[in-house]
């Protein structure tokens, strides 16, 4: 499984708005919340894993 890393650019209600930082990409992917760390917040870092995000 490949592993990917993102920032969170932005929080809106039950969706956070992701932006790839292992590459060169404008592409902001949109992803719910609840598939996310609780306690994430602007600027946070994720890896995303087998089929999970966790906090850098």
């Known amino acids: 499984m490949e592993t990917f890393y993102y920032e969170v650019v932005g929080i809106d209600g039950d969706y956070a708005n992701l932006k790839r930082t292992d590459i060169e990409s404008d592409e902001i992917k ?11 917040c602007e600027g ?3 890896k995303y894993e087998w089929l999970q995000y966790t906090l850098e």
Do not use: T, W, Y
């Not at 949109?30 to 994430?40: G, H």
């Open 30 to 40: 949109l992803v719910a919340r609840a598939l996310l760390p609780p306690e994430i």
């Open 44 to 46: 946070s870092r994720l």
